[in-house]
């Protein structure tokens, strides 16, 4: 197997003898030039926590995580494309599956940092809680071996053009979709806590999630390997996808921050009221 990345000025040129669309070619450039959203927004993150001397090592795990995963995205997009052949195990197979496995531990550490968040210590509700996203993360992670090291393919899912790795007009192969459905739980654990949560803290939530939910559905129904009719074809869905989520890398930042906040403020209210 041979280790072939993508030159893209040349690569511009060769497209037409590969019979690739400009649109893709365009799609593919533009998912590299927005993964190193990821990067940035991690690493600020990570100096944001520390300017603030937050103690919660699992976040900064998670921030790290976060930015690995954004430069393995940013080699499985440079893997050459044209290369790919359904059970044939190539650079753009393997690239995928080191992108696919971070993204889905990462999400997977998520999920375990906020129910640290939450839960605190020993506690039998984080227990069952990691317990169960544990078991969802090591599902997909040996079904998406499986595919690519056993029959050589990552079919879609959900939509898509058709072919395997088409994701012309959208689709979810079943590592993506597994990725959505180890954070599923967060949605039990953030909305059991939101009573208990302060205003300023429910509004950086709401905007968290709603961030997500609306880059879910863009990357979704429009697609990851073309330019297609999404505003009219100016906008790349699984682009955007990568902004909004270097976004909400953000929120959870401000999200854990404010925590500590609304934590600093009520230690000195007991300790004046006393």
Known sequence: MQINFIDWVAFKEIMVDANMSLAEYCAQYSAVQTNWVYTFAGIIGILLLAVTKNKKWYWYIFLALYTVMSVTSVGMHTANYGEFEPFKL????VASYVDMSLTELTVWWGACCAAMEFHPGKNKKRTVFTAIVTAIMLIVIVTL???????????LYIGGGGAPMDGKTGGLSLAEFGCFLTAVPLFYLFGSNFKYMEKEEKSVIIILISTLLIAVVITSLWGDNEINGFALGNFHGHSIWHILGGLAELEVVFWVHQRETNKKIAELKTKYSA
């Open 145 to 155: 071996t499986y595919e690519v090291f056993v029959i050589h393919n990552r079919p």
């Open 90 to 93: 190539t650079t753009k197979l």
